[in-house]
């Protein structure tokens, strides 16, 4: 099914561009075009998709799921009901508040917020069309597991103390939604401007990704990688955690990244731990999240992140080096 | 005259909202007196989660995301 966009490759590579396959600018070439355009129609088909079957849930409905829920279910349902459900990360901190308002337990909403950006059905389907199902489901389980135990640690050591004190003052208005247009051309309408939403916000990230990917994949040797990022040297994931907290793109732009670096023969749990960095340590994010939590809170929550993803890390590559 | 607040902490989708409820308003004619509410409280007090949202003279119309043109014009002549 994805043939044609390698033959495209092949064609924009050796013929329009006229290398010589095998060559380092043929590799990136090929690489970029064959990225770009795959992810591209694969972002494209399925926002369209989800957007018809407004699969996609609305926050204020989360809310009222979690409401009331004894805490362990409260954890497992967050961190689901986070990977399905998107929001912009300017809506933060009214989720933030809006959970906490209606009972939510701190940790339900943590779980959610580092869930939500982590796992999200769009980048899913695209890790496993482009870098393989396995590691796509590592990837979902891992985040996953995350989330619930940085929401459970969250409420065992009482993260509450961390949030910023007019927070929970908010009194939050009756949540009046209005009804969506459920009519064929309302979903169509309503699934072309999902896609025009979101492709507006990821597309230079993608671009970025794939830029970096097509470089590592034609310009740097294996050798450096396997001299650096061998599984049995034991600073490789606390670099790749600590290399992508500066960095920051959204769960679909790292994919590309990912993918060739694992062509590379570096060890999943190394790249693993990358991308989850990359995707859910991000300064942007936390300079929105210091509205709600104090800088302690903040510290506790960067801390954990990085020490639960070196934890991923080490794990997936003595687990399969 | 329409009183239109658009809900939201600034952030750029906010912004894009506000502009596209101002140039929809000035090719139909309609006045209407556009305010960015920043406010968490305020915000939180319309009950919206998602922000940007959009209150037309006191009523929630939208929340999450920048809205559709058509969405916007209908609202104005409503």
């Given at each position: 099914m994805f043939e044609v966009f390698t033959l495209l490759a092949d064609w924009a590579a050796y013929d329009l561009a006229g290398l010589a396959p095998a060559t380092r600018t043929a590799d990136a070439l090929h690489f970029f075009v064959e990225d770009v355009t795959k992810i591209f129609t694969l972002l494209v088909v399925i926002i369209f998709v989800m957007g018809l079957f407004r699969s996609v849930l609305a926050p204020e409905k989360v809310r009222g799921y979690l409401e009331g829920k004894p805490r362990g279910v409260a954890y497992v349902l967050a961190v689901l009901l986070g990977a399905v459900t998107p929001f912009c990360s300017c809506s933060s901190v009214p989720l933030f508040i809006g959970f906490l308002e209606a009972g939510i337990p701190l940790g339900a909403t943590m779980a959610f917020l580092i869930a939500s950006p982590m796992i999200n059905e769009v980048a899913v389907v695209i890790l496993g069309s482009v870098v393989g199902w396995k590691i796509a489901a590592l990837y979902v389980g891992t985040g996953l597991a995350v989330g619930i135990l940085g929401g459970w640690l969250a409420d065992r050591f009482r993260m509450e103390r961390h949030v910023e004190d007019y927070v929970w003052k908010i009194r939050m208005g009756q949540v009046a939604m209005p009804a969506p247009d459920t009519t064929l051309r309302g979903r169509i309408a309503y699934a072309a401007g999902e896609v025009r939403e979101i492709v507006g916000r990821v597309w230079l990230y993608v671009l970025i990704g794939v830029g970096i990917g097509a470089f590592l994949h034609g310009f740097v040797p294996q050798d450096f990688f396997a001299r650096f990022?061998?599984?049995?040297?034991?600073y490789a994931v606390p670099v790749a955690v600590l290399a992508g907290i500066p960095l920051y793109s959204n769960a679909t732009g790292v994919i590309p990244v990912a993918e060739a670096l694992l062509a590379k023969a570096v060890p999943i749990g190394t790249v693993l731990a990358l991308m989850m960095s990359v995707v859910a340590i991000s300064v942007p994010e936390f300079v929105i999240l210091r509205k709600v939590l104090k800088v302690r809170g903040l510290a506790w929550f960067g801390g954990f992140l990085a020490l639960a993803f070196m934890a991923v890390g080490y794990l997936f590559n003595g687990l399969m080096p | 005259m329409k009183h239109v607040k658009v809900l939201g902490s600034g952030c750029r989708n906010c912004v894009t909202t506000a502009a596209l409820i101002e140039k929809k308003a000035a090719e139909l004619g309609v006045a209407v007196e556009v305010e960015k509410v920043t406010d968490m409280a305020a915000i939180m007090g319309y009950g919206?989660?998602?922000?940007p949202g959009v209150v037309v003279d006191g009523t929630v119309v939208h929340a999450g995301g920048v809205p559709r043109p058509d969405a916007v014009a209908a609202w104005l002549k409503g």
């Open positions: 990022a061998a599984a049995d040297n034991w | 919206v989660m998602s922000t």
